[in-house]
């Protein structure tokens, strides 16, 4: 199709999709507009994923952004009621200002990057090291010292968000 | 070439998803809309990550990306419950009237 493969033209959608809906998260104006839009660009970076052969963490990404972190933003912005009338606005002066920086900031990153593909890097087609047998034997050899500190972090985490979260009795 | 796609590609890709998150940092004051550019950022990176450890046939970059999906959730658990908790006592998450830490 017009001199392009299926993986090119499937590259193309979903990364026109994920910035659109990335722009839709920053100025739409009612945070649960916001938070399905988010939504909407995890599952955009999901298919980027296994286009890039890692069905592992396509999976785990849905599963821990989709499914369960945007469920706790969507819990968090229906219990404060938020919704456009309470939504504080900068003024156009400072949004103007952030709109100019993230610019230069694209356009100093896009220029420094630019010749990153010319490294002359070994490049391999197909891999299989995304598949959840060879990432395993991975992450419960190499990383396994990492993996358990990530477990008592996430515990850490859990026990921090209770005690922030519960009510002073006093 | 990844499938047919260059890495340069993805590059830029990560760049203008990385720009869009920051962009919206700076330009919301609501502290969950900040929070979720925030999320938008992490996943730039993590794309840019899965695609590096593509290119180079080494799985320790999707690893690092587990790993920074690990982080990421205990940011926002812990996160989500500071502002809750702001919210409770102030009324409001207008990163404009947070400005002092003690009431």
């Not at chain 1, 819990?75 to 952030?98: G, Y």
């Not at chain 1, 356009?107 to 087609?125: E, N, P, R, T, Y």
């Not at chain 2, 695609?51 to 658990?77: I, R, Y």
Request: charged residues 10%; aromatic residues 10%.
């Amino acid at each position: 199709m017009l001199g392009y493969t299926i993986t090119q033209w499937l590259f193309g959608i979903l990364s026109f999709l994920a910035i659109m809906f990335g722009l839709m998260v920053v100025f739409s104006r009612n945070p649960v507009n916001s938070v399905l839009y988010l939504v909407m660009t995890f599952f955009c970076i999901a298919g980027h994923y296994l286009l890039l052969n890692a069905q592992f963490l396509a999976v785990v990404h849905i599963v821990v952004y989709a499914g369960a972190i945007m469920v706790l933003f969507l819990f968090v912005i229906m219990l404060m009621n938020l919704n456009e009338d309470t939504e504080p606005q900068r003024t156009w002066l400072s949004k103007i200002i952030a709109a100019v920086a993230g610019g230069m900031l694209l356009f100093v990153l896009v220029g420094s990057l630019k010749g990153a593909g010319q490294l002359g890097i070994a490049q391999h087609g197909s891999s299989q090291i995304g598949l959840v047998k060879n990432l395993g034997r991975v992450l419960f050899t190499e990383f396994l010292f990492p993996f358990e500190i990530a477990s008592i972090l996430l515990l850490a985490a859990l026990v921090g968000s209770i005690m922030i979260g519960k009510k002073e009795i006093n | 070439m990844l499938n047919g796609i260059s890495i340069n590609y993805y590059i830029l890709l990560s760049t203008v998803l990385f720009i869009i998150g920051a962009v919206g940092v700076m330009a919301r004051r609501n502290s969950i809309i900040i929070f979720m550019c925030i999320e938008l950022m992490l996943n730039a990176v993590n794309l840019l990550l899965v695609a590096f450890s593509t290119l180079h046939n080494d799985a320790s970059g999707q690893v690092f990306v587990f790993f920074v999906m690990a982080v990421a959730a205990a940011e926002v658990a812990v996160g989500l419950a500071i502002l809750s908790m702001i919210y409770r006592n102030i009324k409001t998450i207008d990163t404009d009237l947070l400005s002092n830490l003690k009431n």
